[in-house]
C-alpha cells in the first residue's frame, strides 16, 4: 500500500510537470496494489482519466479513443465513490470531448 501511494506521489508530480504519460503509467503500476481502499482506487482512477485526457495534446485523431477511455476510468471511480465530485466533473468534459453529450448532461445533472 505504501509503494502504492508513492507511486501516486509521483505520478501527481509528473502530471504537474506535463509528463501526462509518465503519470499515467505510475498510477496504472499503484492501481496494480491489492491493498488500497476503495476511496484510494477511486482517485487514481480519477486521476489516469485526467492524465489520459492531456496526454494527446491536440490530437484530435486519437481524441475520441482517449476520452472513452477516461470516462471508463470516471466510471470506475464514481462505482467506488459514489460521491466524488471531481471524478464527476472529469467525466462531463471527457462526455463532451467525445461528443457524448447525453451521457454528459445525465453525469452533470447528478451534480
Known sequence: REEA????TE?????????FGRARRLYTKALRCTE????ERAVLYAN???????EGGA?????????KSAMRD???AIELDAGYVKAMRRYVKAC????EYG?????ARRL
Open 48 to 54: 489516469r482519466a485526467a492524465a489520459v485526457m492531456e
Open 103 to 107: 451521457k454528459a448532461v445525465e453525469m
Open 11 to 19: 505520478g501527481n508530480e509528473r502530471f504537474k510537470g506535463k509528463e
Open 59 to 67: 490530437d484530435e485523431k486519437n481524441e475520441k479513443k482517449r476520452m
Open 96 to 99: 463532451e470531448r467525445a461528443r
Open 74 to 76: 470516471c466510471e470506475r
Open 36 to 39: 488500497l481502499n476503495g476511496k
Open 5 to 8: 501511494m508513492e507511486m501516486k
